[in-house]
C-alpha cells in the first residue's frame, strides 16, 4: 500500500528563520504528484505546494520550496523567512497511483511560529 | 470565483440520527472528492464523484455510507444511523479534471459530531 510519513509530530521556528518539515513516501509508481498542504487553527486544507515526480527541478512559491529526492523517496518542505501567519499543520500527500482521487496523506507536522 | 462550498459547517447528531452533508464544487469543475479527518490525524480518502458517476469509493465504508453527485445540484454525502465513532471533520475538494493534471481545492470542512 502506499503510505506517507511525517516523522516529526511538532516543530517551532522563531519568526524570520528558515524551517524544514520532513516527508517521505513510498510508492511503485514511476510518475505521480506530491503535494504539501496547509491546514492553518481555522481548520481549512490550503494547498501550499506541488511537485510533479517527472520534473527534476524542485517547486517553488515565494517562501515555500521543496527538496525532492525521488530516489531517496523524500520530499522536505522549506519554509524561508518563517512569519506567525505560518502557524498551522502541514500535510505532506501524494497521489495513489492509478488513481485520479485519492491523495495519501501523512499525519501531519504541527509547526509553531514563535516571535 | 466561489470556493468549494459546504454545508452545514457543524452538524450534531444523536446516534442512529442521519447525516447529510453538502458540496458544491467550484464553477467549471466536474469532480467531486470526499475526505474524512479523525481528530489527530490526517485526511483519509472516502469517494471520488464525477457528475452522476462514482469513480472511485475505495475508501468508503461499506455500510451507512453513500455519496452521490446528481446531474443538478450539489454532491451529497450521507451517511445513516451514525455512531459516535463517525464524528470527524468531512472535506470536500473538487478539480476541473482528475488531480493528476490539476490542483484541487478543498472547502471548509463540516464538522459532524455524535452524541
Known amino acids: 500500500a502506499q503510505t506517507v510519513t511525517q516523522s516529526q509530530p511538532e516543530m517551532s521556528v522563531q519568526e524570520a528563520e528558515t524551517v524544514t518539515l520532513s516527508c517521505t513516501y513510498d510508492?511503485?509508481?514511476?510518475?505521480?504528484?506530491l503535494f504539501w498542504y496547509k491546514q492553518p487553527p481555522s481548520r481549512q486544507m490550503i494547498l501550499v505546494i506541488r511537485q510533479e515526480a517527472y520534473k527534476q527541478q524542485n517547486a517553488t512559491e515565494n517562501r515555500f520550496s521543496v527538496n525532492f529526492q525521488k530516489a531517496a523517496k523524500s520530499f522536505s518542505l522549506k519554509i524561508s523567512d518563517s512569519q506567525l501567519g505560518d502557524t498551522a499543520m502541514y500535510f505532506c500527500a501524494s497521489l495513489k497511483g492509478g488513481s485520479q482521487g485519492n491523495l495519501i496523506f501523512g499525519k501531519g507536522t504541527k509547526l509553531s511560529v514563535k516571535p | 470565483n466561489a470556493g468549494v462550498m459546504q454545508n452545514p459547517r457543524h452538524l450534531v447528531r444523536r446516534r442512529g440520527q442521519e447525516a447529510r452533508l453538502r458540496c458544491s464544487p467550484m464553477?467549471?469543475?466536474?469532480?467531486v472528492y470526499w475526505y474524512r479527518q479523525l481528530p489527530e490525524e490526517g485526511l483519509k480518502f472516502m469517494v471520488y464523484l464525477q457528475k452522476e458517476n462514482i469513480i472511485d469509493e475505495s475508501g468508503m465504508p461499506k455500510e451507512r455510507f453513500s455519496a452521490e453527485f446528481p446531474k443538478e445540484g450539489p454532491s451529497i454525502l450521507r451517511i445513516q444511523q451514525v455512531v459516535r465513532g463517525d464524528s470527524a471533520a468531512y472535506f470536500c475538494a473538487s478539480s476541473p479534471r482528475g488531480i493528476g493534471g490539476n490542483t484541487i481545492y478543498f472547502g471548509e470542512g463540516s464538522w459532524l459530531t455524535v452524541v
Open positions: 510508492t511503485s509508481e514511476s510518475n505521480y504528484y
Open positions: 464553477k467549471g469543475h466536474s469532480h
